[in-house]
């Protein structure tokens, strides 16, 4: 497959904003896609979690930044937090703790 410029995607319904929102169920998976006209900015999702219970907390990214730009991960639950930055690279970069936290 060859590509000019990379692969576009149309996001449908359409784009919502995401920042400041919170997940509504304890195990959540989702996707975020953000349009090409949209500025970057920092994201901020808070998760729902049950502190009666273990589990995890992570991400995988694959998209296009500008250079020199880093992406990171912050895990915080009030008493302990956690973080990981990334340098984008042409592959998918993941990221995991062994803690589930109030907000990523």
Known sequence: MKSYKGVKFVIEPG??????????ALTTTGVYMKPFNVPDKDITIFTTRDPRYN?????????NVPEYS???????????????????ED??????????????
């Open 91 to 104: 592959r998918i970069l993941g990221f995991e703790t062994d803690k589930v936290g109030q907000n990523i």
């Open 15 to 24: 784009y919502a904003e995401l920042d400041g929102r919170q997940t509504s």
């Open 55 to 63: 589990g995890t907390v992570g991400m995988n990214i694959v998209g």
């Open 70 to 88: 880093q992406i990171a991960l912050f895990e915080n639950d009030g008493e302990q937090s956690r973080h990981k930055t990334f340098t984008p």
